[in-house]
């Protein structure tokens, strides 16, 4: 059973950087998509960044060049990052991470290609 325990958030002032974490207990195979998704209050959730095993990644146009996902190892589990540079006030938003197992190809930032969900960690920039 795969369950992720994200980290990191917080409250920042404009132009900060946080990094967020994102620890996947309960999975050991090699091929999976792993993405940052946020929700503002009032609006839909928005794929931010994904990343696949083999280090293909997708960023939303809104973030690239501020937003780095990328990923490691704690241990034997697999750790998610997701570095946010230069923060800004709409970057204010519950952070989630999510995974799909035994997938490959582009990692998509689409919610419905994802079957597993942390609980997310509050970003609130100023």
């Known amino acids: 059973h795969v369950q992720l325990v994200e980290s990191g958030g917080g409250s920042v002032q404009a132009g900060g950087s946080l990094k967020l974490s994102c620890v996947v207990n309960g999975y050991r195979y090699r091929r999976y998509w792993m993405g940052w998704f946020r929700q503002a209050p009032g609006l839909e959730r928005e794929g931010v960044a994904s990343?696949?095993?083999?280090?293909?990644?997708?960023?939303a146009d809104s973030v690239k060049g501020r937003f780095t996902i990328s990923r490691g190892n704690a241990g034997t589990k697999t750790v998610l990052y997701l570095q946010i540079d230069n923060l800004r006030p709409e970057d204010t938003a519950m952070y989630t991470c999510?995974?799909?197992?035994?997938?490959?190809?582009?990692?998509?930032?689409?919610?419905?290609?994802?079957?597993?969900w942390g609980q997310g960690t509050q970003v609130t920039v100023s």
């Open positions: 990343i696949a095993s083999d280090g293909t990644t997708n960023y």
């Open positions: 999510a995974m799909r197992t035994l997938v490959s190809g582009t990692p998509p930032l689409t919610s419905s290609s994802y079957t597993f």
